[in-house]
């Protein structure tokens, strides 16, 4: 377990492999945890990083930066402090928009950006995030039934539901269009579970007024956590994808990584 302090509370994080870095955060159900399958995966090319955002996991609860805004502040002092300068993010949900205004605030400190499940606008977080009341027993439930993943469910107890609160509601104000708008030369890949209970995809004329070097993919059958649900698929795409350069035409799933690494 590795910590460094930010602002005043801690931050908690894991590393695993070595070679470049490569930085996962994790959405608003779990933490670092549920992004060990990738990272093990990529370890063997990448320095893999995933930290907890304040509230989530293992990292402190300062209930006054529990918002994109703050967020995008930890991530940048947390480059910092490990002095990485440049560098590949996946980011899931909420980790896919600090991602995303990340990069639009520091398009230099940005290789690339993978983001998971991320709402395109504020309405696209459906109800039992959209309509969470901060309840503890409901969030376990809304876990329960949404990620009945191990990875997930041992870590999501350790939530501040309030961090989930106050942070759905910040990115309510969010429009996905406007911090893609000056990312022209940052490969963004937006990938979603075909059927996602909790974030609805875009549409798909909803792309076509950004360059190529935004993309979208659907894995079908998988939910909220694609990278769980399948893991095959998530990581050949995410190996495809850190491997594209400037070009994303070329991506695709393809039905044979459906079949175990080796």
Not at 177 to 202: A, C, F, H, N, Q
Not at 238 to 250: I, K, Q, R, T, V
């Amino acid at each position: 377990m590795s910590a460094i302090v930010i602002k005043e509370g801690l931050v908690h994080y894991e590393v695993i492999g070595r070679g470049q870095p490569l930085i996962f955060i994790h959405g608003w159900l779990g933490s670092w945890r549920y992004w060990v399958p990738a990272m093990e995966q990529m370890s063997a090319r990448h320095r893999t990083y995933a930290l907890d955002l304040w509230g989530f996991g293992d990292s402190d609860k300062l209930s006054a930066y529990y918002n994109v805004g703050a967020y995008v502040e930890l991530l940048n002092e947390f480059l910092e402090q490990l002095g990485i300068q440049s560098v590949p993010i996946v980011g899931h949900a909420l980790g896919g928009l600090v991602a995303l205004a990340f990069a639009a605030q520091a398009p230099s400190l940005v290789q690339r950006v993978m983001a998971v499940s991320v709402p395109v606008l504020g309405e696209a977080v459906n109800r039992p995030l959209a309509g969470f009341d901060g309840n503890g027993e409901a969030l376990a439930r809304l876990v329960s039934r949404r990620a009945n993943f191990p990875e997930v469910e041992m870590e999501a107890r350790k939530t501040d539901a309030n961090a989930v609160v106050n942070s759905v509601q910040s990115v309510m104000g969010y429009d996905l269009r406007d911090l893609l708008s000056p990312l022209v030369e940052t490969p963004v890949l937006l990938t979603y579970g075909g059927d996602d209970p909790l974030i609805r995809m875009p549409e798909p004329d909803w792309l076509e007024d950004f360059d190529d070097n935004v993309r979208s993919i659907s894995l079908t059958g998988a939910q909220h956590f694609p990278m769980l649900e399948e893991r095959n698929k998530f990581n050949r795409l995410l190996m495809d994808f850190l491997d594209a350069g400037s070009d994303l035409e070329s991506l695709a799933l393809k039905e044979e990584w459906q079949r175990r690494f080796r």
